[in-house]
């Protein structure tokens, strides 16, 4: 259900459940936690998009339970980890409803490109679960009073108020997100890809700083990679 594909260093992640929605099964999330950890071996850069006309609707909420919550909650940490660990760049090509499980995953994406007809929502609380996993890093994505509205009220917004708060970085007409994506790709890999990575290295290491200190971490680092070029 889970295909993945790399070339070049570039690989891509389709969700292949489209008759589900593309509803997550605990199994998926497993996989996707394993692909998310060998793609940190093999590629510097991953596109993930779901089959058909959804992102995904979230969790399946109709498979049936087995073993412990706990066992199945330490895969969903599993996978989160090794999104958080991901050197490369993660970007999300979005479409149609993108909710619960789906709404987590575009906010862990580092770009996210959305199609207009983009419906988000979480709608964990409606079904009297709070959503933990996702309240873990929604405030490093949203403002807290907008986190709040989302999250207690499960009610769906589009996509031009996802670009507005920042969950996405684009919105793009239906029948271009595809090729916006893969221009976006194109892009990235014209670039010199150290300077890529560096980017993000630097931006998630600095934001975990006191303002204080960034200037001189920023030096140390603009230094050392200077040097590193010319060797």
């Excluded at 194109?186 to 300077?195: G, H, I, M, N």
Aim: one cysteine or more; charged letters at 25%.
């Amino acid at each position: 259900m889970l295909k993945f594909h790399v070339e070049d260093r570039v690989g891509t992640i389709m969700m292949e459940r489209a008759s589900a929605g593309n509803a997550f099964t605990g199994e998926m999330i497993r996989q996707l936690g394993e692909i998310m950890r060998r793609a940190a071996q093999e590629a510097d850069i991953v596109t993930l998009s779901g089959a058909g006309v959804d992102f995904t609707i979230g969790r399946d909420r109709h498979e049936p339970k087995n073993g412990s919550p706990f066992d199945a909650f330490r895969n969903i940490s599993a996978l989160n980890k090794a999104i958080a660990q991901f050197p490369g760049l993660l970007i999300t090509g979005v479409r149609g409803r993108a909710f619960g499980w789906g709404f987590g995953l575009v906010m862990r994406s580092d770009i996210a490109i959305a199609a207009a007809n983009t419906r988000f929502a979480l709608d964990e609380v409606k079904l009297g679960i709070p959503p933990m996993f996702i309240m873990e890093q929604i405030l490093e994505h949203l403002p807290a009073k907008r986190a709040l509205d989302f999250i207690l009220t499960g009610r769906e917004f589009g996509a031009d108020e996802a670009l507005q708060i920042g969950l996405v970085s684009h919105v793009v007409a239906p029948d271009d997100l595809d090729s916006t994506v893969g221009k976006f790709v194109a892009t990235l890999c014209s670039r010199d890809r150290r300077v890529v990575l560096a980017c993000k290295s630097y931006l998630r290491a600095v934001a975990k700083m006191p303002p204080e200190v960034r200037s001189a971490y920023t030096l140390v680092e603009q230094t050392q990679f200077a040097v590193r070029d010319t060797e």
